[in-house]
């Protein structure tokens, strides 16, 4: 079981997005949306479920205006996606996060971002608790604050960057 930040389920719904900075060059992250669908071909067939958290959905939806419907129809319609709120096991995990950054010197704690708000702090955690109570392996996000939150809790943090462009096709044509 796989989790999609925001960035990335945006570029699902959207490929017109704009693409996330590669961390590495500064620059947008070259065919975004094509390594992005090729990871769903690949977790698809290896018949991995795609969560996507409910604060991922909300924060996706805010600026999709006339398109809200159109996005939860493909969530809700695809077999891929699974949309999982922030529960009681959620909350637990959350909690946990939290209590030990307050023990490390408070909210901000171990957050990677100086100029992140409590509200995104609180944000990113809940992610990651949803992440962490859904037996979820690996986060696809280039959010650098919720890659860090996976990363300290044991989850594997993937950037759109750091996917695979899909193979060209052996069959295109050559122009002559």
């Known amino acids: 079981m796989v989790v999609f930040d925001s960035s990335v389920l945006l570029l699902v719904l959207d490929p017109q997005a704009k693409s996330p900075?590669?961390?590495?060059?500064?620059?947008?992250?070259?065919?975004?949306?094509e390594r992005i669908e090729y990871?769903?071909?690949r977790l698809t067939a290896a018949r991995e479920k795609i969560v996507i958290p409910t604060p991922v959905l909300s924060e996706v939806l805010v600026f999709a205006d006339d398109a809200m419907s159109q996005y939860l129809d493909v969530l809700n319609n695809s077999a891929a996606f699974r949309i999982v709120p922030f529960d009681q096991?959620?909350?637990i995990e959350a909690a946990i996060s939290m209590r030990e950054a307050l023990r490390s010197g408070g909210l901000r704690a171990n957050a990677p971002?100086?100029?992140?708000?409590r509200t995104k702090i609180k944000f990113d955690r809940q992610i990651v608790a949803i992440a962490k109570a859904e037996g979820a392996?690996?986060?696809?996000a280039d959010d650098k604050d919720v890659h860090s939150y996976a990363s300290r809790s044991g989850l594997k943090a993937i950037r759109t960057a750091d996917l695979d462009l899909p193979p060209e096709d052996p069959q295109q044509s050559f122009d002559i």
């Open 89 to 91: 096991k959620a909350a």
């Open 137 to 140: 392996h690996t986060i696809y």
């Open 39 to 41: 990871l769903i071909m």
């Open 21 to 33: 900075t590669d961390p590495a060059t500064g620059e947008a992250v070259v065919q975004a949306p």
């Open 113 to 117: 971002s100086a100029d992140a708000t």
